[in-house]
């Protein structure tokens, strides 16, 4: 092995006397690689890379270049194979010109070597090409170009446990250049070759166009040792490729799988291939290493910069440590590791693929202790096995600030074990997804932080249906997850849906919302074979939770389950099927308004704070329910005892003595009911004639609540009272309030009551806002006017007269929304010069301090 330490920038085919295994040490220079490791001039058989250094002290380059490689076919070959790096010249006027570096009879032919017989026809391949060639006679080489060619491959190969080192004054630049494998014909079981050099080539996938002639590509990962997936667009995007780099098309080669595209979308492949081969047998190139860090890789421990553009790469990509990383439109076998990199990364179709045999189980992405975040872009990562337990798609460890748009994180193989995620994400803070598109395993968020996931695209399963053996969710959380919102998602594919709920969540999980999934209209079916039980569920002193706007057909089971252990659910316009009946609501402070689904009223033991619930049957029939927990806290003003009335803390109301009474008000207005049926009140637990009925409704009309009734209803003329109540509007909603009084003396504690409504499915499309901001006046003069204006969606929110020096208010405002705030007091002395002034939403928060000075003249 040749030791070479550059004393000037320096092209690799300027350096003699290579023996295979060379070390390079770039010693403050620019190392240029533009020509294969085995063929090129002063390259050999057995001239691949080991050890590659830029030096610390120094710094440099290394700068592999697949920019100007130039393929051009021909007919007519005579004569011998000229010397490397011979000019090779256009014969027409196109004034093409570029070195020799190789002559193949085919894409899966070793070149053939200088001053050997020309074959009579094949490739010509050439570097650092400028013009144009054409359809002539070429110069320097006895043969005809048969068009003006297009770009041509490199082949860069590596000792196994040989390194890349970059440190932190230099960089490593691999730059290459889209490589065209073919045109797609719309048929199953399409093949294409990659250009092998004759010998082994390992491919993770290619590039396929999603629109003819617009180059807008998405990865296709090689889907390995597995045969079977489904042939839709959501899960069918993988393609099989041999280790010779022949590419199947919807087709695994035993029978037809994956998804077939179009015909006429263009395939490439980044044009710098990057192989391994063992110290004993350099000419030759191997299958990647089942112990990936024995594979050729990279020692970035140095602040190493590196960029990398259009690859295929079967070394390991590790960056550890690094200073920068960039990637784009590059394909990296079985996986690669991001640990520790101390500026914001990018990488942008990024693909990994798998090995078409000895299947490697490891994580396509593991990333760990970056928290200078990043933005990854229409990347795809693919496992062949979630056999085991922690068999993950993605790994990601603290880390912060990272955005991912559009990636898809798929296995190839079904899932095998409860344990095994697409994503597991522990400790990580502020991250987004964006559009992933998950098949197979929920994303698991441990001990997470501000995470955000919006449009989700699911597929329980990457053939068949939905898997029944565990419990599946789109979002698992657990151990203290706190402050994310998931918003919207899709399951394109029948019977692909989550067994067991799209969200779970255990374990001091807290400020989670889940929303804006379906529409009344339009819901997420949860399949017709093997449905999924639940929206959500939550155990273990989950806290804080919002599930909003969420709207889904064919529950296995109902809407949602928990535990007295989890305070403060809010849900608000969650449909399931009209039909659902099993929903309790054992969760302390659990509100539920405008439900979709009939639920249970069944009383729970040791829960509290959780009282009124309404909701609909059907399109044209609702309920309004009170269930009787004693009142928390926060639910004070809810409830109202008197006369010895008491609860039981078993879900009851224990009223057994004539003239024990209790009354409950609604916290909020109700949306989505048009009127009261007449129809008499429902109670649970007691005994309705026991009791008389008294009601105050809120119209929401400015008015406040009415005068209570004094009537002593019965449930049946309750109703009959109800049902001739006018004005109702159901876009603004009603408060009630209801007085329940004993008028003759029993034994049984009332569990539950529910009036009945009419509503119709334009009323139920009023919907609540998803967001109330809190919006805080301090330092007011008591007895001044305000105004709160949301400048930017232009809507008043609130106006009214300080009683206080402090005025909070809550309005629908999001994050990053301008809010203004005018004061003035000027009908009564004192007076004070109006006051304006503005604040910016944030974390659903504005505050603003007023100084308002005393107006003399007036």
């Not at 098309?249 to 081969?277: D, K, M, R």
């Not at 020692?299 to 960056?319: E, I, R």
């Not at 301090?778 to 300080?802: F, K, R």
């Amino acid at each position: 092995m040749a030791t070479f330490t550059l004393s000037v920038d320096t092209n690799i085919d300027a350096l003699t006397s290579k023996a295979g295994g060379d070390t390079y040490n770039t010693a403050g220079f620019i190392l240029t690689i533009d020509q294969d490791s085995r063929v090129g001039t002063n390259q050999t058989t057995s001239t691949t890379l080991g050890p590659v250094t830029i030096t610390a002290a120094t710094g440099g380059a290394v700068n592999i270049d697949g920019t100007a490689i130039w393929m051009i076919p021909y007919t007519g070959g005579s004569g011998n194979v000229p010397a490397w790096n011979t000019a090779i010249t256009d014969g027409g006027a196109g004034g093409g010109t570029g070195k020799l570096i190789g002559v193949h009879s085919a894409l899966t032919a070793a070149s053939t070597a200088t001053g050997a017989a020309m074959p009579a026809t094949g490739f010509i391949r050439v570097k650092q090409k400028s013009g144009t060639y054409t359809a002539n006679a070429l110069g320097g080489i006895t043969a005809t170009a048969s068009d003006a060619g297009r770009i041509g491959w490199l082949e860069i190969v590596g000792d196994e446990a040989s390194t890349v080192t970059a440190n932190r004054l230099g960089s490593v630049n691999i730059t290459g250049a889209w490589y065209s494998i073919g045109t797609t014909s719309g048929a199953s079981n399409q093949t294409m070759q990659i250009p092998n050099n004759g010998l082994l080539r390992y491919a993770a996938g290619v590039f396929i166009e999603k629109t003819a002639g617009q180059a807008d590509y998405e990865f296709y990962p090689n889907a390995g040792t597995t045969t079977t997936t489904g042939t839709e667009a959501t899960r069918g995007k993988v393609v099989w490729i041999d280790n010779t780099g022949l590419v199947r098309i919807g087709n695994s080669g035993a029978a037809t799988n994956g998804y077939t595209p179009a015909s006429g979308l263009a395939v490439v492949i980044g044009n710098i291939f990057f192989e391994n081969c063992t110290t004993a047998a350099r000419t030759a190139n191997v299958i990647p290493n089942a112990t990936i860090a024995t594979r050729y890789d990279f020692t970035t421990t140095g602040g190493g910069v590196v960029n990398v553009d259009k690859c295929n790469m079967a070394w390991y990509f590790s960056m550890s440590q690094a200073y920068s990383v960039a990637v784009s439109n590059s394909s990296f076998v079985d996986g690669i590791l991001l640990s520790e990199v101390a500026t914001e990364m990018t990488l942008s179709k990024v693909g990994v693929g798998n090995k078409p045999t000895t299947a490697l189980l490891m994580s396509p992405l593991t990333m760990t202790y970056c928290f200078a975040g990043g933005i990854f872009t229409d990347c795809v990562w693919a496992r062949v096995s979630m056999a085991a337990s922690g068999a993950h798609t993605n790994t990601l460890t603290d880390c912060t600030g990272f955005t991912f748009l559009r990636d898809t994180i798929r296995a190839n193989t079904i899932k095998g074990n409860a344990t095994t995620y697409a994503v597991i994400a522990t400790r990580l803070k502020q991250c987004t997804w964006t559009n992933p598109t998950i098949i197979q395993g929920p994303m698991n968020f441990v001990t997470c932080d501000d995470i955000a996931v919006t449009d989700i695209i699911y597929a329980n399963c990457v053939s068949g249906t939905t898997v029944t053996t565990y419990a599946t969710y789109w979002y698992l959380l657990t151990t203290n997850t706190i402050n994310c919102t998931f918003s919207g998602g899709t399951m394109p594919v029948t019977n692909t849906q989550p067994y067991t709920a799209l969200l779970s969540a255990s374990t001091g999980c807290a400020n989670i919302r889940l929303r804006s999934i379906g529409t009344r209209g339009s819901p997420v079916t949860f399949g017709s074979a093997n449905a999924c039980g639940l929206v959500y569920n939550v155990a273990t002193a989950c806290f804080d939770f919002k599930i909003q706007q969420v709207y889904v057909s064919n529950t296995r089971t109902g809407i949602m389950t928990g535990d007295n252990s989890c305070k403060g659910i809010l849900e608000e316009h969650v449909f399931g099927d009209y039909a659902d009946a099993v929903d309790v609501m054992a969760v302390l402070n659990l509100e539920r308004k405008a439900m979709g689904g009939t639920g249970a009223l069944t009383a729970q033991t040791s829960v509290y704070g959780t009282h009124w619930r309404d909701g609909f049957t059907g399109t044209t029939a609702g309920r309004i329910a009170i269930l009787m927990n004693e009142a928390t806290t926060e639910t004070n003003s809810q409830i109202a005892l008197s006369n010895g009335a008491a609860f039981t803390s078993a879900g009851g109301l224990y009223m057994p003595i004539v003239g024990h009474s209790a009354t409950f008000t609604m916290p909020n207005y109700m949306l989505g009911h048009t009127s009261f049926a007449n129809s008499a009140l429902v109670m649970a637990g007691g005994t309705a004639t026991n009791y008389t009925y008294d009601y105050a409704i809120d119209k929401n009309d400015g008015n406040g609540f009415s005068t209570l009734t004094t009537s002593n209803y019965t449930a049946t003329t309750l109703g009959t009272a109800l049902n001739g109540i006018t004005g109702i509007d159901a876009s603004l909603g009603f408060k009630l309030k209801l007085e329940i009084t004993t008028g003759t003396t029993n034994a049984t504690a009332i569990t539950s009551v529910y009036m009945t409504t009419v509503s119709s499915t334009t009323a139920q499309d009023y919907l609540y806002p998803l967001d109330l901001t809190v919006i805080t006046i301090n330092n007011l003069v008591v007895g001044s006017s305000y105004e709160v204006y949301n400048i930017t969606t232009s809507t008043t929110l609130a106006t009214g007269t300080a009683a206080t020096s402090t005025v909070e208010i809550s309005g629908v405002a999001s994050n990053g929304d301008i809010i203004r705030v005018r004061v003035r007091k000027s009908s009564t002395a004192p007076k004070y010069v109006p006051v304006e002034t503005q604040s910016i939403v944030a974390n659903l928060i504005a505050s603003v301090y007023v100084n308002q000075i005393e107006d003399t003249v007036a």
